[in-house]
C-alpha cells in the first residue's frame, strides 16, 4: 500500500481499528432533507463524536469550516433525483482534480447491483478506484438499494458487498440485515454500517450497530437516524461509545437518555 493512500485511509479509520462516519450527503438526490437544509450547521455540534464526515461539494465549498479538523469523505456520485426515472442512474460526478483540491481524505460512490443501471454503475466505481489509486485515495462503495427496500437480505447484500470489494473499494458501506454475519465473511475489505431511514425506536439503532460491530463491521455510516433524532448530540455521542469505547447498548442509552433529558425545552 503507497503511504499517500494508508495515510488518508488510516485518517478515516481510527487506531482501534473502527470509525464512525457522518452521512450528510442526502441532498444530491434528496434534496433540502428534513434537518438538513444547512448541512453545514446540522453537523458542527456532531463533529466532536464523529472520525469523518460524508459530504457532497456543494454542501463541503458552502456550509463546512475549512478549518475543521476532521477528515472528508467526498461523495462523488450523482446524476438522479427523487423526481427522476431512476434512482440507480447514477455515474462519477466529480473529477479526480477536484477531489484532491477539495484535500479528501476518501471517496464514496454508490453502486447498484441487481438493478437497470448495475453495469454502468460497477464500471464508474473500477474506473473511480483506477483514478483514486493513482493519486492514493480510498474509495468507499454503497451498496445502494434505491427504493427497493426488500433487497436488504444478507443473500443480496453479500453479493452486492463483494461486488464492490471485487472492483478494489477499500471500504463497503452497506445495510445491516439478519445473517449479517455473512455479509461480512464474503466481503474481503471492511464494512460499515448503514443508516437507513429514522427507526421507530433510539434503542434500536444503538442496538443495530452494536450488533452489526459484534458481527464484524468496523464501524458506520449513518445520517437520518442521527441528525433526524430529537437529541442528535446524544444519539452521535450514544453511538462513539458503543464504536470506540465498546459500551453496552443499555450503557450507551442511559448516556443518550441523559443528554436528552438534559436538552434546553422548546418554547
Ligand atoms: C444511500 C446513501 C445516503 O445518501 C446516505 O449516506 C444514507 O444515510 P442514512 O440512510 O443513514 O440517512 O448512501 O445509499
Known amino acids: 500500500m503507497d503511504w499517500g493512500f494508508a495515510n488518508r485511509l488510516s485518517r478515516t479509520i481510527r487506531p482501534d481499528g473502527r470509525c464512525f462516519y457522518l452521512a450528510v450527503d442526502h441532498g444530491y438526490f434528496q434534496g433540502p432533507t428534513h434537518r438538513l437544509e444547512n448541512p453545514g450547521k446540522t453537523t458542527e455540534p456532531l463533529m ?17 469550516n475549512p478549518q475543521m ?40 460512490i454508490s453502486v447498484y447491483v441487481g438493478s437497470k443501471y448495475e453495469h454502468q454503475t460497477i464500471m464508474a466505481l473500477a474506473k473511480l478506484v483506477d483514478d483514486c489509486t493513482d493519486y492514493g485515495i480510498p474509495v468507499m462503495a454503497v451498496t445502494a438499494v434505491g427504493r427497493e427496500e426488500d433487497k436488504k437480505s444478507a443473500r443480496y447484500l453479500a453479493l ?10 477499500a471500504v463497503v458501506k452497506t445495510y ?76 450507551a442509552f442511559e448516556v443518550f437518555e441523559s443528554m436528552k433529558a438534559a436538552m434546553p425545552k422548546a418554547g
Open 48 to 64: 466532536k463524536y464523529v472520525d469523518a464526515v460524508f459530504m457532497p461539494r456543494g454542501s463541503v465549498r458552502a456550509t463546512l
Open 69 to 108: 479538523d476532521i477528515p472528508l469523505i467526498l461523495r462523488v456520485s450523482g446524476g438522479n433525483s427523487m423526481v427522476g426515472e431512476d434512482l440507480a442512474n447514477e455515474e462519477v460526478s466529480v473529477s479526480i482534480r477536484e477531489m484532491i483540491r477539495l484535500n479528501a481524505a476518501a471517496v464514496g
Open 160 to 169: 452486492a458487498s463483494r461486488v464492490c470489494a471485487e472492483q478494489g473499494a
Open 176 to 251: 445491516y440485515c439478519d445473517d449479517f454475519d455473512k455479509v461480512v465473511a464474503g466481503c474481503p475489505v471492511p464494512v460499515v454500517i448503514a443508516g437507513g431511514p429514522r427507526t421507530e425506536n433510539d434503542l434500536e439503532v444503538i442496538q443495530f450497530v452494536y450488533d452489526g460491530l459484534q458481527q464484524g463491521a468496523i464501524g458506520v455510516n449513518l445520517g437520518r437516524n442521527i441528525w433526524q433524532n430529537e437529541c442528535p448530540e446524544g444519539m452521535a455521542r450514544a453511538l462513539q461509545m458503543v464504536i470506540h469505547e465498546n459500551a453496552s447498548p443499555k450503557e
